[in-house]
């Protein structure tokens, strides 16, 4: 027996109540609990996308910071050199200014150039020390480097003055480094 059949004698009854039945299953999802879902997995993917990027970034400008270093260190030589042979020309200058055979203008010529020598190697040590300073804040080591006590720093005193390079500590932070007793 179909669905026509019993629909047909559903129909052709004489019977005075009749009925019929319908059952529908639709499955019901909670969409707004997968769109949240689907939400959270996407920026959990970004996150580590972004954590991703900023190791890289970190990665590289540590690289970069070394580099800069090691070609700075390489100038500081250079430039070290140069003033060597700008005193040693100097120096052959004088002797020949002395025995007559140079003139006062090529010994000046060759002061100045001395002088410009010793400036270039004064520009190279800052750039060395500023790409030094660079490697110490990319690789996380500045402040340990630079001889800085956090505790000090959060009690707000000065027990010690930190370390900076080529600058000679003032006279009057040296004699309140210690606290004054009461």
């Given at each position: 027996m179909g669905y026509s059949d019993t629909l047909n004698q559903l129909v052709n009854s004489t019977a005075p109540d009749k009925g019929m039945g319908v059952t529908l299953s639709i499955p019901l999802r909670n969409r707004q609990a997968q769109a949240l879902s689907t939400r959270a997995q996407l920026e959990y993917r970004q996150a580590q996308m972004r954590v991703q990027q900023l190791e890289n970034q970190v990665r590289i400008?540590?690289?970069?910071?070394?580099?800069?270093?090691?070609?700075?260190?390489?100038?500081?030589?250079?430039?070290?050199?140069?003033?060597?042979?700008?005193?040693?020309?100097?120096?052959?200058e004088q002797k020949k200014f002395n025995l007559g055979a140079s003139t006062s203008t090529l010994v000046l010529q060759?002061?100045?150039?001395?002088?410009?020598?010793?400036?270039?190697?004064?520009?190279?040590?800052?750039?060395y020390e500023k790409a030094e300073v660079e490697l110490d804040?990319?690789?996380?080591?500045?402040?340990?480097?630079?001889?800085?006590?956090?505790?000090?720093?959060?009690?707000?005193?000065?027990?010690?003055?930190?370390?900076?390079?080529?600058?000679?500590?003032?006279?009057?932070?040296?004699?309140?480094?210690?606290p004054p007793q009461q």
């Open positions: 400008e540590v690289r970069n910071a070394q580099f800069s270093v090691t070609q700075n260190r390489a100038a500081v030589q250079s430039s070290q050199a140069a003033v060597e042979l700008a005193k040693q020309s100097l120096d052959a060759n002061q100045s150039g001395l002088a410009t020598a010793e400036s270039n190697l004064v520009s190279a040590m800052a750039a804040r990319a690789t996380g080591l500045l402040i340990e480097h630079a001889g800085i006590d956090m505790g000090d720093a959060e009690k707000g005193e000065v027990t010690h003055a930190p370390k900076v390079p080529f600058v000679a500590p003032r006279a009057d932070l040296q004699q309140t480094t210690t």
